[in-house]
């Protein structure tokens, strides 16, 4: 988290920009309720809820708030392109005190070549073909699930390294179905590029959280009643 202080109560409630010379702006937060979104397998017959972020960022800038159950939502600069010369933004979600396991990347197969959380040119897209559509995406809830699937995911990974390499895949996919997750979708609502580089010189987006009920987020974001429709595998 390059060095910057953990959330404080006001930045939980307005959530945080900062650039990358350390300065601080702070971002208002649109709290709306969500009409659909999917959680994980078995989260279709409990009732869900749902907040609503929005931010706006200048290239090198992030974004991060705590939206509960010790999560952190981070929306970090990222270098892209073949030499590293384009700006974008890499999203991911972890816990205060492990910021090292981002809950989402474990449960969005496929797990390699997969652009769903990079916000800018990667893995075939263009600027346009990134931004231009939402990135759906499930997230795990709990630090238990995350320890049950983690060692999974690096047997699919790596199956000449896992205890049955013939089951490796199968294994993970089987828990993957079997796990409650939330899901987030983030849209970008506008954006601008550089016309010659694709370089992303600023975005305005939009972040929707929707989880079942007996997730706790923060009641400072003023969480609302959410259809919550079973996740198309």
Known sequence: MTGQS????QHKLLGRISGMNGLMLR???????LASSAAGQSSAAMPCHSIVL??????GNRFEIAIGGSL????????????GELDGWRITLV????PDHDYIYPVNPPLRFNGLQTLGPSYGDDTKGSLGHPHEMRFLLYPTDYD???PLMTNALWPYKAPDPDKAADEYFAVLKALTTGQLKVSVQAYDADPVTDSIRHIKFKAEFTTPENFAFDPMLKPERAGCPTLSE
Do not use: M, N, Y
């Open 54 to 59: 929005s931010a706006e960022l200048s290239s």
């Open 95 to 98: 816990p205060v005190r492990e």
């Open 148 to 150: 049950r699937i983690s």
């Open 27 to 33: 971002t208002s937060l649109l709290l709306l309720c």
């Open 6 to 9: 953990r959330p404080t109560t």
């Open 72 to 83: 952190v939502f981070h929306v970090d600069p990222e270098r892209l392109g073949p030499k």
